[in-house]
């Protein structure tokens, strides 16, 4: 290296150091702002909201679109959300329970939604999940609701006929599974654990490199990878978090069947959001029962141009072959069209229940 090279390079550590300096002056002038926001709402309300679900997406998705790089969107969004979650925290600290054990997927849907400034809550199943926000013992919970080839959740959806939980935001998560063991070899496998939908998205990989192997289902991929960890022999499809966890080695990475395999995440809380400009509502409907009912619940959306995105329908858990539809669509109950929607949908329904009004996932 030239001395006209070395001195560049100290040139350009410099103006790091002092870029770094900066952003540590701005990011601290943030905080402060955060803190005296907290302050304000306490004096007004004791019992003031400091979370709020649309002003945040507002921010990630401008900071999203705006970034002028070199880092691309994604990476940027993930730093702000960082910064966001740790200045919400001097406000405060959110507990939010998941579908456990650690190392989930779950797990890591709630960490990117909140930022890693939030304390995460592990729950052995949905129905807990549901129960601990229920409570007041977390302030919001992460469950999965659907995968983009394996479908939906439907402990997920029939928890909704119950629960007084709203929806107040989504997760999306592109899903890669690895195949953790303290084995060596693939040959040393003759066992293999993980959820039932992840067997399934990875039937194929399965079938061609490990068809002698017993497929056994578990409750998550973290259990999964916890039961590989204690018995020879055996391997676990999980993610690499969960193989760092309980200290296993990757065999084989990107197993998934699909190289665009995403799962799909709902967070629950006490309330609906408020309209952030691009939003979804879910909806539980039945249908009265006499011919042309399932016309009668999707006209309204229609005559008021409102895009559905996802109908599913469940049995109604009271009448044997009666059945509950779960229907997503674009925009807020805040908005004109939506709200005209609804109020057709209201004549011709026998149950119309908004689970909630959310910011669509940012990325």
Request: glycine share 6%; hydrophobic share 40%.
């Amino acid at each position: 290296m030239s001395a006209g090279d070395e001195t560049t390079l100290a040139d350009i550590r410099q103006r790091i150091d002092s870029l770094d300096a900066q952003i540590m002056a701005l990011i601290s002038d943030r905080a402060a702002c955060a803190q005296e926001v907290a302050r304000i709402k306490r004096e007004a309300d004791a019992q003031a909201e400091f979370y709020r679900p649309e002003r945040e997406a507002q921010v990630l998705r401008r900071i999203h679109q705006s970034n002028p790089g070199p880092l691309d969107s994604e990476e940027m969004t993930r730093l702000f959300r960082e910064i966001m979650s740790a200045c919400l925290a001097l406000e405060q600290q959110l507990s939010v329970a998941f579908l456990g054990p650690e190392g989930t997927f779950t797990q890591a849907a709630a960490l990117k939604h909140f930022g890693h400034s939030v304390r995460t809550v592990a729950m052995s199943a949905i129905d807990e999940v549901f129960r601990e926000v229920e409570s007041g013992t977390a302030h919001y919970g992460v469950v999965p609701i659907e995968n983009s080839t394996e479908g939906v959740v439907t402990h997920t959806l029939d928890r909704f006929m119950q629960s007084p939980l709203s929806i107040c935001g989504e997760v999306e998560l592109r899903i890669h599974h690895h195949l953790l063991s303290a084995e060596r070899d693939l040959a040393q496998v003759e066992r293999v654990y993980s959820h039932q939908q992840s067997l399934a998205q990875c039937r194929e990989w399965l079938d061609a490199r490990l068809g002698h192997a017993e497929r056994v289902a578990v409750s998550s991929n973290a259990e999964a990878a916890r039961r590989s960890a204690r018995e020879p022999g055996t391997a676990a499809i999980a993610s690499e978090a969960a193989a760092e966890l309980y200290g296993l080695g990757v065999l084989s990475a990107n197993i998934e069947d699909s190289p665009d395999n995403t799962t799909r995440f709902l967070v629950i809380g006490p309330r609906s959001s408020g309209p952030s400009g691009h939003d979804k509502t879910t909806l539980l409907l039945s249908a009265r029962n006499r011919p042309g009912s399932l016309f009668a619940l999707l006209s309204p959306f229609a005559n008021n141009d409102v895009s559905l995105t996802r109908i599913e329908s469940r049995p109604s858990q009271c009448v044997n072959w009666e059945y509950v539809f779960f229907i997503d669509i674009v925009g807020h109950t805040a908005e004109a069209p939506v709200s005209k929607a609804l109020d057709e949908l209201r004549e011709a329904a026998e149950l119309v229940k908004v689970l909630g009004s959310y910011p669509k996932a940012v990325l």
